[in-house]
């Protein structure tokens, strides 16, 4: 069952005040805890920029491009369209790499509405 990232949150700072001792807080329930750790682990990767090797080929992602010789120059929402080639969602016309551009590193895009939908 996932949390809220507030519920979440308040589980896990509640837990550890548990886990310091304070008489407090109640034992949390093991599978509860070993859940909430699996989301807030997922959640961590998300906000974690990943290299492209690793790239999904299923769906959009944030990407950071820039040119060859390593400069970040910005970010933009990809899509992989086969080749080793991601298109730019603002842009059709434009695709990387190139000779000139390339994306740096990947993160997947937050999708707040799923926060409705937690507990």
């Not at 120059?73 to 298109?87: A, N």
Request: proline share 5%.
């Amino acid at each position: 069952m996932k949390k809220s990232t507030e519920k979440l949150i308040a589980f896990l700072e509640n837990y550890n005040r548990w886990r310091r001792s304070s008489y407090l807080y109640e034992q949390p329930v093991p599978e509860e805890l070993g859940q909430c750790l699996d989301q807030a682990v997922d959640l961590l990767k998300k906000m974690t920029w990943q290299p492209m090797e690793t790239a999904p080929q299923d769906r959009q992602f944030l990407g950071a491009w820039g040119s060859t010789e390593g400069t970040v120059q910005g970010y933009d929402v990809y899509k992989f369209i086969g080749d080793g080639l991601y298109e730019s969602m603002n842009a059709s016309d434009d695709r990387l790499p190139t000779k000139f551009y390339k994306i740096f590193a990947w993160q997947d895009i937050p999708k707040y509405a799923n926060e409705t939908n937690a507990e």
